[in-house]
């Protein structure tokens, strides 16, 4: 019996999700005293780093991602010879698009956006999720015996237990694809919001993406990722990845900052799982102040750059 | 064109949530219901754009008891030329992909709508289990869809970025802002609407693998703490000291 997690890299490594992952997946392991196994989707140039916590085994296999087909049928091979009992995806786009066909495969309970560690009771796994758009949270028994679930970014910390381990490739059958990718882009630099430990964002406050310099640069004094409100982003004061909420991203940073968002129900539903929440904001009735930890009444062309100049200060000390 | 369309009842994105039954059950008491955002905006309206381009049909397709009906004439106010109902109350994604395929597989359709997610249960499940189960491709989060006689060029939203794929023949399609803009049913569509078929067919038996144990709400906040604009040093400190982000 194993526990197998599946990592994907994102140009050539595995980030901070990946090694959020590889714990989540020790942790569970940890519940039936099995092993841990990280398949590694394509190469990594970090991938022997799993090991550091607590993987007993890393495997790769390169295969194209994209194709839901082709990384079902992988994964739900790889599972059978690594006799997985458990399997877990990232809950992003591709793990996403395969974790179902991955369950109808393996004839498996799935449950997707898992926040936290399992709990086993006897052969049933216990899991809890967001719902309604994180207002409130579900409880779940899977009881096939083979389970599938997904796994919602910074839902743990990455915990180094152990050492660096060789990496070695799963040999399995290659599946070929019928698809064509015909462009991939990326944005580079920040860390992309549904990972980013840090979020500052923006709302019609700023009155026009003119003046949207002082929150770049709070933003980057944190080495916080940027957001917006859905105005900002249906405006194109921002662009639209950018937009967070109840049809936009949603994010549970360990810090959300939001400047001039008066916090509507569908603003609060994409961001309420943010850690601590700050608001800035120069209606003291603005709907946000009940769902923050701590708020600031005031003019934010005047706030956000007195406060970007003390996080400075911070840093200097 | 044939093409099928999923949709599903959601609660209003303003609904105050609780429950009722010591967890179990959604308390629907003052809650009104709409079609799912990303079912309705996007998912529907780009099946009703590529019909009225290339002609061909749409069906809307929903697992529900019958007060899911008005979500359902919404839907062929909107553009559907029919719909389907299959009579039961999904108790998981599984069943609801399991039902969605049991009809689909009977009809050859050239392409296979649903919203990336509904905002309920935030799954994005059933998408990909609808696809195994039909065998055929499927692109979770499609912002872009052209489709050329049997070639379909899409782009879906991938973290962080952006990805275009050629795919050729049916596939399934999961819906993101962008694949198409809201449209409001005008007065001859609803009037329409209240004429198209809408079959209602019974449920086939699923052996469940998954089932809730409860719900809960979270913890209330414990209240905002409001600090001086003029002591911005303060908010700093709040923030290193006590919620130790910084």
Known sequence: MSVLVVIEPSAGIINKGGFELATFGKETAALSATKCITLVLGNASNAGELGIYGIDEVLTIDIPTYD????AK???????????????????????????????????GLVSAVNA???????????????YSGKAS????????????????????????????????????????????????????????????????????????????????????????????RPVADADWRPHHEHVGQTGVAIRPNLYIAIGISGAIQHLAGVNSSKTIVVINKDPEAPFFKAADYGIVGDLFEVVPKLTAAIKKLKHE | MKTLVCISKTPDTTSKISFVDSGKNFNTDGISFIMNP??????????????????????????????????????????????IRVNANAPSSYFVAKQIAEIAKKENYDLIFLGKETIDYNGAEVGAQLAELLDLPFFSFVNHLEVEGKTNILKREIEGGEETIKVTGPCVIS??????????????????SKRKPLTVVEPIAVEELVSLITHDLPAPKKGVTLVNADNVDELVRLLHEEAKVI
């Open chain 1, 68 to 71: 839901s087909v082709v990384y």
């Open chain 1, 74 to 108: 992988t994964i739900a091979e790889a599972s059978k010879k690594l006799d997985a009992s458990i399997v877990i995806l990232k809950h992003n786009a591709n793990g996403k698009a395969a974790a179902g066909r991955i369950a109808i495969k393996l004839n498996a």
């Open chain 1, 117 to 131: 560690v399992p709990v086993l009771n006897g052969a049933v796994l216990q899991v809890k999720r967001g719902v």
């Open chain 1, 138 to 229: 579900a409880t779940y028994a899977i009881s096939s015996s083979i389970k599938v679930i997904t796994v919602l970014g910074n839902s743990i910390k990455p915990n180094a237990t152990g050492n660096a381990l060789p990496v070695s490739e799963l040999d399995l059958p290659k599946v070929t694809s019928t698809l064509e990718l015909i462009d991939r882009k990326t944005m580079s630099g920040r860390a992309p919001l549904p990972e980013a430990d840090l979020v500052v964002s923006g709302g019609r406050g700023f009155k026009g993406p003119e003046n949207w310099d002082i929150l770049l640069e709070l933003a980057d004094t944190l080495g916080a990722t940027t957001a917006c409100s």
């Open chain 2, 38 to 83: 990303y079912d309705e905006w996007y998912a529907l309206v780009r099946a009703v754009e590529l019909k009225e381009k290339v002609g061909g049909t749409v069906t809307a397709i929903n697992v529900g008891d019958a007060s899911n009906d008005l979500v359902i004439r919404k839907a062929l106010a909107i553009g559907a030329d029919d719909a």
């Open chain 2, 175 to 192: 819906a993101a802002k962008d694949l198409a803009q809201q449209r409001i049913p005008n007065m001859q569509g609803i009037m329409m």
